[in-house]
């Protein structure tokens, strides 16, 4: 058997498919990059790769399909905040922008969302999970304010978002670096639009600021869900 044939067997024994020849189905260079490979007839977690940090290529496009989920919230702000304020009133204005990164953003990354049990439930506890963050982030920086409150809120927020993901997910070993994985991208993208949105100011400064908080955030969220549906998977031979 050639390489070529190898690679296409093993990576159908993988996921639990019949080996088919790559002439029969697809090349292997043109099979989709899996963010999770799952071993669909057992339902369990297959080995992972062991490194450090690994990004793949759907990784990325879910944090780039976020990152358009949040330019079109912060949108509304740039252009209804004051409206919003007026009509609905602080909270509910904070409301509103919550129900929307939870639906935009949940089309965004349901996609890597490879259990099938959670795959079922992903809007209910997909929806807890953005509500704890969203709840965790305005408690800490109403009563802090400031940098400060904004710090702590990545913080609390990152960790309570890592709580239900873990408890969905059953991934309660690897909480610590879910928390801080997202912590870390979540303060990179909040932080960089803030200081962008400062300097360049007006609508333009806001767009820039849900931009760079949706690519860092989403990132965060796609690595999250990476490492909860590993969790506790053997490290590869390799």
Same mark, same amino acid.
């Given at each position: 058997?050639?390489?070529?044939?190898?690679?296409?067997?093993?990576?159908?024994?993988?996921?639990?498919?019949?080996?088919?020849?790559?002439?029969?189905?697809?090349?292997?260079?043109?099979?989709?990059?899996?963010?999770?490979?799952?071993?669909?007839?057992?339902?369990?977690?297959?080995?992972? =790769?062991?490194?450090?940090?690994?990004?793949?290529?759907?990784?990325?496009?879910?944090?780039?399909?976020?990152?358009?989920?949040?330019?079109?919230?912060?949108?509304?702000?740039?252009?209804?905040?004051?409206?919003?304020?007026?009509?609905?009133?602080?909270?509910?204005?904070?409301?509103?922008?919550?129900?929307?990164?939870?639906?935009?953003?949940?089309?965004?990354?349901?996609?890597?969302?490879?259990?099938?049990? !959670?795959?079922?439930?992903?809007?209910?506890?997909?929806?807890?999970?953005?509500?704890?963050? !969203?709840?965790?982030?305005?408690?800490?920086?109403?009563?802090?304010?400031?940098?400060?409150? =904004?710090?702590?809120?990545?913080? @609390?927020?990152?960790?309570?978002?890592?709580?239900?993901?873990?408890?969905?997910?059953?991934?309660?070993?690897?909480?610590?670096?879910?928390?801080?994985?997202?912590?870390?991208? $979540?303060?990179?993208?909040?932080?960089?639009? =803030?200081?962008? $949105?400062?300097?360049?100011?007006?609508?333009?400064?806001?767009?820039?600021?849900? !931009?760079?908080?949706?690519?860092?955030?989403?990132?965060?969220?796609?690595?999250?869900?990476?490492?909860?549906?590993?969790?506790?998977?053997?490290?590869? @031979?390799?």
């Amino acid at each position: 058997m050639s390489d070529r044939k190898r690679a296409w067997s093993r990576l159908c024994v993988t996921i639990g498919l019949p080996f088919f020849p790559p002439s029969a189905v697809l090349p292997v260079e043109s099979a989709p990059s899996l963010c999770v490979v799952m071993n669909t007839a057992t339902r369990n977690r297959v080995p992972n =790769e062991g490194s450090l940090i690994k990004f793949s290529r759907c990784q990325f496009e879910g944090s780039l399909r976020f990152g358009v989920a949040s330019v079109l919230v912060y949108a509304t702000v740039a252009f209804g905040e004051r409206w919003m304020y007026r009509h609905l009133g602080l909270l509910a204005a904070y409301g509103v922008w919550t129900l929307l990164f939870i639906s935009l953003g949940g089309l965004a990354l349901k996609p890597l969302v490879v259990q099938a049990s !959670a795959k079922r439930t992903f809007w209910l506890w997909f929806s807890l999970a953005f509500f704890a963050y !969203a709840a965790s982030w305005m408690a800490s920086y109403f009563i802090l304010r400031r940098a400060a409150g =904004e710090w702590l809120g990545s913080l @609390a927020g990152s960790a309570a978002l890592g709580v239900v993901l873990a408890a969905v997910f059953g991934a309660w070993s690897s909480y610590p670096r879910i928390a801080v994985e997202l912590f870390v991208a $979540h303060s990179a993208g909040y932080f960089l639009g =803030e200081w962008l $949105h400062y300097s360049l100011r007006g609508k333009i400064g806001m767009l820039f600021w849900g !931009a760079c908080y949706g690519l860092g955030f989403g990132l965060g969220l796609a690595r999250a869900l990476y490492l909860a549906q590993t969790a506790d998977a053997p490290q590869s @031979a390799d």
